[in-house]
């Protein structure tokens, strides 16, 4: 008869919320971080007999992220390296740490003052083993939209196909992208605004005969733009944009009216990376 | 013995949302809206018996929508202005007719390529009678933030008392305003960002004594600004940030670590008028 | 030349999240409510000068509705009230207090165990002022559907109408009723079952020429079977389900097959009130 | 030089809303899903030249959907299965269909009306290849509250710890979880109520030292209960429940009154096995 055991598993504090104000200078700056931290390692025993003594209660890695955010953060993949460290040196229970930050972006009202900069968030995974560390960069909810040099034709018909093919349509995608570095001391400041660059950059000046086609031009854009990035992963739903018909009205819509549908929508997924890419290891 | 009686009410279709690509010149322009229509009128025989005679489907209020923005839309005042208007000059059994519109920014990557700004949403309502018209204009998810020149003290205490008097505080909030215009052709292109800019403005430069008195500040910087503005009603949740007590670390917080709360929240609702502004009518 | 100055304001301390749970029997009970306050009164200083010497700060609103739930709370009508008259009472300057409750349901799993119950939450706004105070309970995020015995034709007809009519269709609406009490010591735990016992009857039994039948009907069910309730306002969200149109496959969509639409929804706003209702006061 | 590759991609319709009557007898049934479908298999082309040639349209999944649903469902593992089958049989191109589908509950009313049931929704994720399917059943979001049987103590300390140890606390989590089933063939009708009797049980009855140990038992419980399921994967975020310190008011908060936390929050996930459990191949 089967036995009985524990697979894999993991445990954190999720969604630390900390803004950090920096008021050394004149014009005060402002980071403001969402942080999730995981811990994998010697936890069975927690989980088989309730004995906790391998484990560090996620109101301490709560208080740790607040500590850690007393001084300078830098980029949120270094606040990710300090913090993922700490835990895996510190605790010999800990075998892996996984710190997982958003990131809000600000734009300056004055030199105190501030907006909300954007719906899209700035996101950093960094998992940190005895064997290593890993560095994930990204986006997430960035929204965008061309309104034309967008095809989809030449597909697959079958008995359930209505759809018809066009030659010009509007492409809508929220887009969420994460880069894995193949160093852990790139130059995260310089690294963001070139990726988001290269990604918005392909996205405008593509001329697209598919969704999948922009997703694998987008991605090679940043792997062209940084020889740190070993691959990158986009997620690209298709928030579709259908022409509205006004024909019942005797109106002639010239591809110029538009519904925007919730649901459903594509999702389309993958993955642009480099032959010579080094193993992922436990980057993901 | 009492009898049951219909009261105030009102339908129409809610969230049609539509997109007009202006594809006339060179440069696509984009206009991304979601249009909500309420209709009140003579639709007591559609409540008691089920007679729909008086009765505009909602499906035709959003083929409607749809049809009118086959002409190029000028600002969300001027569409639910038009809009607004048909729906009471077509339909005897129509008396108010009352056009909420939120509108989404795009910030242009390229001639037909935008990606979404901001998480705000301009707004409009308009609503149109018989006997006339009103325009309120509004924002809302404007996201602000001031490190410093914000304080809280001098207030009631009680037996439930134990906030800590603060003369250097967060302030943070969501903003929603709404402005009534005193007229119907007022240039709302320029008044828009003149609005905004005011708010934004005023909330940066305000040294605060209390969130209230910032929202009093905020509304009298946009009727200074703007003769056409006849009253603003604002909103504003205070989005608390907290100060990390860090002495258990040994650790000082110099007030520049905060933990960004999500609930509970204050909510702060004011309006700011002109002694001599004329009547709201149905304006709200 | 005109002079501002402030209109209506309020403020308070919205959305504490509160849980009593009562161990005083071998059974536990859970009461899990969401409370919201909003004082007016003379708060003019506070906005104009910053004095904040007439204000209840929101933070010991939000202790007290805490302290409050130490003593058993009985049904959130109750409590709203034992609130709201405190903030009116305690201090000079508060004119009038709203308290306005969200209450979740939980079903029981065993003595000390719960499993949260439903989607939908039940509502309570309670108004005090030196004059009455005034108590209005509600159900928010009911949803229910009818699978027949739902109609629509017989509406107006003009250009922009597209929409079959049909005599047969799915009825699908999330329900906001709210209901305003003719006095302020009702039998609060008999009246809300008993209320949305008359809600989700009237809508699962009548036979629907409209929407806005049904409204009607669903508020009349409600006045007919409670005196205590004086009017009752309703919003239903027509959400609708659309027929899908399978004939491109040659399959006969014998009306069991629908699409589920999130956007654009129709919106149907209604009250049923008594003619010798009492005045709603400031009970809104 | 390195060379830029195209990695792992799929891509399908997401959220297809489909609702299905059966009027076949004179109580009507209704079936409430929400399917997405995801397909993998030889679409390099058109990511690396926009050759549509191998695409099967997200447009055609969505009609297969819709025409798939006008037969009767059975289980929601049943019709995805069907769905799932149906991509990898007819599409040369196809290699593995994925398709998830989350469930709506409704409670009956009447013969033709129903209302939505609880918030948790059940899950199914059917996977299908050349090489053989995998069935994934699930629950999400199922809210659950212990009030007391929970302890908290004898974790780490270190310079960061704060939180005091607990003999007796309130637990409470969102539940999430996903079982394996070592078969294709299952009694699925009976198999979820089981399951999520079983998860209901274990977390009502059980005395916890922790979550980990409480998410242990619940996945130990479901696996004792059903030999068809190989594994059981659970998230648990620990929905903190603080006690309030009312002591500055001069009462005494005997572990009733609660403040309910939104974030952050602890997340305990977690995997419970067979030590013979065949391989989970393409499951997840």
Not at 16 to 26: E, M, P, Q, Y
Not at 74 to 92: K, N, P, Q, S
Not at 202 to 226: D, I, N, P
């Amino acid at each position: 008869m089967s036995k009985i055991v524990l697979g894999g598993n993991q445990y954190g504090k999720a969604e630390t919320h900390v803004v950090r104000i920096d008021k050394s200078g004149a014009r005060h700056e402002i980071k403001d971080l969402n942080v999730s931290v995981a811990l994998a390692g010697d936890f069975a025993d927690a989980h088989l007999t309730g004995d906790n003594s391998n484990v560090v209660p996620t109101d301490t890695q709560k208080n740790t992220v607040f500590a850690f955010a007393n001084e300078p953060m830098g980029e949120i993949e270094d606040f990710g390296l300090r913090l993922a460290r700490h835990f895996v040196r510190e605790f010999a229970t800990v075998k892996r740490a996984r710190v997982s930050i958003e990131e809000f972006g600000w734009s300056r009202l004055g030199d105190h003052a501030f907006a909300r900069a954007g719906a899209e968030r700035r996101l950093a995974t960094v998992t940190s083993t005895r064997d290593g560390d890993w560095v994930v960069g990204g986006i997430t909810d960035l929204v965008v939209l061309k309104t034309t040099d967008s095809e989809f034709h030449g597909y697959i018909k079958d008995r359930y196909t209505t759809l018809p093919e066009t030659h010009d349509r509007v492409m809508a995608t929220s887009l969420t992208a994460r880069w894995r570095f193949a160093r852990t001391d790139a130059d995260w400041k310089e690294c963001y605004p070139s990726i988001v660059g290269a990604l918005t950059k392909t996205f405008a000046g593509h001329y697209s005969l598919s969704l999948q086609q922009t997703l694998y031009e987008m991605g090679k854009g940043v792997l062209e733009a940084r020889p740190e990035v070993a691959e990158i992963r986009l997620a690209m739903p298709n928030k579709h944009h259908f022409v509205v018909d006004l024909s019942p009205f005797d109106l002639r819509n010239e591809n110029e009216v538009f519904y925007a549908s919730d649901r459903p929508y594509g999702l389309i997924e993958g993955t642009v990376t480099r032959d010579d890419a080094p193993e992922a290891g436990q980057a993901w």
